[in-house]
């Protein structure tokens, strides 16, 4: 499904390849689209046909990130929360940078922050009930009157776009009491108001995360939320979504979400995937089956696995790097990543990959059939903040022998814990590769990439070997990686060669 959404609308054929077009720390102060619109003719020559752009939506701080959403209708038109533009720029940035991206033959996701919202422009008194943080299903209190910060006016966009103005009734939780300052998680008291019941199970439910919860089971927030959907991929010409933190919302309003604004868009095809993080393939397959409509999530089984198998160096058995991850399992549905903004240094869910490891883990996303690889923006281009990481050495060479090379059969020579290869057969309009990898010393495999190769020259991309291998009457050759790193190897006059080294 995502090679048919991205094929749909970026026009492009071959391999398609997303990135997430930022990172927690990106340059803030509105630059963040311009910057983007500037590197959309080096990303779409490396290969990479999709942008996950940050929420491009109105947060409760203008130099905010995104995730306390403020004005879903809001895209950095009106003056609100500080100014008219977002964090990333305004909306004319936004479209412009969609629509040039467009042209290049790459499209854009909007990261849709659909669980709660933040700075609301007004409190109000309403009942609730404490509840336990560890089980949110047991209440802690009788029920009492609390001051929450639920009241949305917006009264920089006014009715423009939408005139539902929120107040408590359309939210499950707080956890503030304006009144006595008191912190605390409250449900919202009222007839029929409870929890959302297909959510994770973790804190017996787990459908109160943060700031006010928003209730998507009230059909004026239900209907809202969902016309905003089919509103923004048209007003701004995007091809799908990256939705946040699904584990907190009602399962049920996602599937209608997405066959809604499939439909009414006219879109068949739109892409969506869903951040559903959690290091468990059962959670995961139950949620994608019961959906009830084609989507996908990131793969985080397969980000822990690299993780771990950066932590644990030659000890860990590269067999076992696809052990209890969606990529196995529905590979349709997954979509396969190294990191993201979440678990960079210095995140709540820091689980940043070894720097040694990031090669052979991209190696193994971008090089294989199976999944829809997501490139992190702060391996191509580094991280700032106070815990800053360099880019990843030659990434960008990575993603362009996905694009020129990774085609046809997949041959695996997975018979070594510590050394793993496989060829890439190429196909009419491409050529192939083949690609070793190892996690201890110097990696060797002897590897048949077809006699029709017989007596040519096969050499990296990369450069990391400098050794040449002569294609044998059979079709074999010996191929090498360096020490704990990775080689992809192919014809010296392979189409596109010319193509690597470029910055």
Known sequence: ???????????????????????????????????????????????????????????????????????????????????????????????????????????????????????ADKAETFAIVEVDENDRTKEISGQYDIEGWTGFEFPGRGDKYSDLKWNFNHFTGVDYDNKTKKTSIFKIHGEGKTWAKNVNKEHANYDYLMGADIDHEHPEARADIIKWGKWIIDEIGAAGFRFDAIKHIDRGFIAEFIKTVREETQKPAMFAVGEYWQDSLADLEEYLSALGTQFSVFDAP????????????????????????????????????????????????????????????????????????????????????????????????????????????????WDHPNCVAWVRTGDEQHDGCAVVLCNGDEGVKTLNVGNEHAGEKWTDVLGWHTGVVTIGEDGSGEFRCPAKSVSVWAKEDAKGREEFGKK
């Open 302 to 413: 397969l980000h822990y696995n690299f993780k771990q198998a950066g932590d644990a160096g030659v000890d860990f058995a590269l067999e076992k790097i696809w052990d209890g991850t969606v990529v196995q399992s529905r590979p349709i549905d997954a979509v396969t990543l190294v990191d993201n903004h979440d678990t960079q240094v210095g995140q709540s869910l820091e689980s940043w990959v070894a720097a040694w490891f990031k090669p052979l883990a991209y190696a193994l996303i971008l090089l294989r059939p199976d999944g829809y690889p997501c490139v992190f923006w702060g391996d191509l281009y580094g991280c700032g903040g106070d815990n800053p990481q360099e880019p990843m050495n030659q990434l960008a060479d990575l993603i362009r022998a996905r694009k020129l090379f990774a085609y046809g059969e997949l041959k695996d020579t």
């Open 1 to 119: 499904m995502s090679h048919d959404a991205n094929a749909a609308y970026s026009g492009v054929e071959g391999n398609h390849t997303m990135m997430q077009a930022f990172e927690w720390y990106c340059e803030g102060g509105g630059v963040h689209w311009r910057k983007l619109k500037e590197l959309v003719p080096t990303l779409a020559d490396m290969g990479l046909t999709a942008l996950w752009l940050p929420p491009p939506t109105k947060a409760a701080g203008q130099d905010s990130v995104g995730y306390d959403i403020y004005d879903i209708y809001d895209l950095g038109e009106f003056d609100q929360k500080g100014g008219k533009r977002t964090n990333w720029g305004t909306k004319e940035e936004l479209i412009d940078l969609i629509a040039t991206a467009k042209k290049a033959g790459i499209v854009c996701y909007v990261d849709a922050v659909l669980n709660h919202r933040f700075g």
